[in-house]
């Protein structure tokens, strides 16, 4: 059966997944679930996510929801890779960052991708201006503390690229569209440029393009 990633290639955190395996080399099967036609409300699909959200890995009968811990179990299949150290210190130095998504920066960049990305995309009416605000005032308290890392260091965590940078980079996917208050934040600008000149960012971008075609 192998390993199938159950994405929507548009949305952030299925980039995240299909982007985590182009990154680490695994082969997978690519299923779409179309937004476009509520497929993650299927029962099908809500058997293997109650939640009814992307993306989904299965694995030879193993399913696992949650971005994060998708990308965590596929730097698992590539232990080599250093994408997840193997030291319990520096393992959980690089953990606290998906958290950190999970919490912070993931909420703030939602409320850009939602407003500005979906909304259009789906044609669910005009820009709420408030919620806009709401996420610029979200965005600067929490791109202040990304910022202030990547000012330590090339990565998230440290001098490499771990799964840290696969989790939070992934947002910046639909950075054009969603326009999200990067410009003062230099260290970012730097990151993002190393991450979207990636062979496997590249791949990934193409495969955004699929639903549509
Ligand atoms: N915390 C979850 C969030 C998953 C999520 O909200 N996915 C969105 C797309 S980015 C989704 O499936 N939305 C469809 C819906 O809510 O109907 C994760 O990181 O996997």
Not at 146 to 152: A, T
Request: aromatic share 12%.
């Amino acid at each position: 059966m192998g390993l199938k990633l159950y994405t929507f290639p548009p949305s952030p955190r299925s980039f995240k997944v299909l982007w985590a395996a182009n990154q680490l080399g695994i082969d997978y099967e690519f299923e779409l679930v179309d937004f476009s036609k509520q497929a993650q409300k299927a029962p099908e699909f809500l058997a293997l996510n109650p939640n009814g959200r992307a993306p989904v890995l299965e694995h030879d009968g193993y399913v696992l929801w949650e971005s994060n811990a998708i990308v965590e179990y596929l730097a698992s299949l590539k232990p080599q890779s250093g994408a997840m150290p193997s030291d319990v210190r520096a393992q959980n130095a690089v953990r606290k960052w998906l958290y950190w998504d999970s919490a912070h920066w993931d909420p703030a960049c939602a409320i850009f991708a939602f407003e500005r990305v979906v909304k259009p995309l789906f044609g669910l009416g005009e820009t709420n201006e408030a919620e806009i605000a709401r996420g610029m005032q979200l965005f600067q308290n929490v791109g202040a503390v990304l910022e202030g890392e990547l000012k330590k260091h090339r990565y998230v965590a440290g001098e490499t690229l771990t799964v840290a940078d696969l989790a939070i980079g992934s947002a910046l996917s639909i950075a054009e569209r969603a326009r999200f208050p990067t410009e003062s934040f230099r260290n970012i600008l730097r990151w993002q440029a190393d991450l979207t000149s990636l062979p496997s960012w590249k791949k990934t971008v193409a495969m955004q393009q699929m639903p549509s075609a």
